[in-house]
């Protein structure tokens, strides 16, 4: 399996200019799958492979209109969670209202340390430092999320 | 629901339930394909395919009084019209390649037809989705032609996908409830039937160029019965389904006899139907009315 450069245009005035690489068999191969592991959301309008070490490159075949598919792919885009917060703030007082908790929100770092601290002296350890799982209840460890 | 009222809403959901079906089987590789790459490829596909999906039941929306959600999410499995053919597990690459390039084959010779239906929304949503499809062709085409060229364990695995979905790929062609009347009026039109015939001499031919046209001769001309669903959601009497089988005649491939019993296009599915669908639509059917 060979590694190919794959360059791209962001337009037509610009040249060919290296985006990335795949492993294909061949020139054909490499340009078919280049077409959507780097071109799948319309980040050009056109394509290219080249065989790592050589000179040729190998054009893909597919118009500007037909890179990145032509139906709605707004849901494949990280902008498709906008807004991702809001509704589970409005999710979860909905779910509060009815007596539910859909989930806790994690805090940050530092307010996840700070909230140990405070949580270690009210448990009364020696140091002030941060307690042992042992240490905490179940809730304890909710209110810090699990996450860092 | 055992036919649809409007046959127009048989014809969608022939094509918008093998999209949904195919797509969500081939949403299955995301993750697990050969390499990174192809991963993407595939996933990417099998996006392409649930769009179209959602394109066809939009345009079906006038006539069923349900939105595509509700459309893919929210009928049981008798009111689907997919193709057995589409519901079955991915099994290994070599059967999913096989069974990607018999399907989009099969859909482009489909598709081709309907651009010339007096249905305009139709013709005109069918050529969007063309634009598509020819990735997904090149992609089926690209693999085939690899493998086919070998190597050996490579080459076997394609021929034995080949065998086992080639009866299957017939049964794309299984006529529609009141087809009749769609080609009379010009909303499909040309009949099924023409069209099995049109696909099955174009890939007699792609077959015997990859010296792989055996697959044909072993689904002969009698072996098209078909196993029907063990799921339980057959109404009805059950009657095997047989799709016709395929010579080679003239120096072409042909299909020889009819179609007997109901399958896919009639609400009859395969075993590996339900499983599928209760996986599909479980999160819609445990929140219904849900939005997201």
């Known amino acids: 399996m060979f590694v190919w450069d794959v360059l791209g245009k962001r337009s037509d005035d610009d040249e060919f200019t290296a985006v990335g690489g795949v492993k294909a068999p061949d020139a054909e191969m490499a340009l078919l799958l280049a077409r959507e592991t780097h071109f799948r959301h319309k980040e050009g309008v056109a394509y290219a492979v080249r065989r790592r070490g050589e000179a040729e490159l190998h054009a893909g075949s597919y118009g500007a209109e037909l890179i990145g598919g032509i139906t709605d792919r707004s849901y494949r885009r990280q902008e498709g969670y906008a807004g991702v917060g809001a509704k589970h703030r409005r999710v979860s007082e909905e779910m509060a209202g009815r007596g539910l908790v859909v989930d806790r929100p994690r805090p940050s770092p530092g307010r996840a340390r700070a909230l140990a601290r405070e949580q270690a002296a009210s448990h009364g350890t020696e140091d002030g430092g941060v307690p042992s799982g042992a240490d905490l209840s179940p809730e304890d460890l909710a209110a810090q999320g699990t996450a860092g | 629901m055992t036919a649809p009222e409007d046959p127009r809403v048989g014809l969608l959901l022939s094509i918008a339930d093998d999209e949904l079906v195919m797509g969500h089987r081939h949403s299955e590789w995301t993750g697990w394909a050969p390499h990174i790459e192809e991963d993407l490829a595939f996933s990417s596909i099998a996006q392409d395919e649930i769009a179209h999906a959602r394109l066809l039941y939009e345009l079906a929306e006038p006539l069923t009084g349900r939105t595509p959600d509700e459309m893919a999410l929210g009928r049981e499995p008798r009111e689907y019209r997919s193709s057995w053919l589409c519901e079955r597990p991915n099994g290994d690459w070599g059967y999913s390649i096989a069974r990607q390039f018999l399907y ?189």
């Open chain 2, 104 to 292: 989009d084959t099969a859909d482009a010779v489909r598709l081709e037809a309907l651009t010339a239906s007096s249905w305009t929304e139709l013709g005109d949503l069918v050529k969007l989705m063309q634009m598509e499809e020819r990735y997904h062709l090149d992609h089926g085409r690209a693999w085939f032609e690899r493998l086919s060229a070998g190597p050996v364990t490579g080459r076997q695995r394609l021929a034995d996908g080949l065998s086992a979905g080639i009866g299957e790929a017939v049964a794309l062609f299984e006529p529609l409830p009141g087809e009749e009347g769609l080609v009379a009026n010009g909303v499909l039109p040309r009949p099924t039937a023409d069209l099995l015939s049109e696909w099955l001499g174009a890939i007699g031919e792609e077959l015997e160029a990859a010296s792989l046209d055996f697959v044909l001769e072993r689904h002969g001309s009698s072996s098209g019965e078909m196993v029907p669903t063990s799921s339980g959601e057959m109404e009805g009497e059950e009657q095997a389904f047989s799709a016709p089988g395929v010579a080679r005649r003239e120096g072409r491939w042909i299909h020889e006899g009819g179609f007997s019993g109901a399958g896919g296009r009639f609400g009859r599915h395969s075993e590996d139907f339900l499983p599928l669908w209760e996986e599909m639509t479980g999160l819609f059917r445990a929140h219904p009315g849900a939005r997201w």
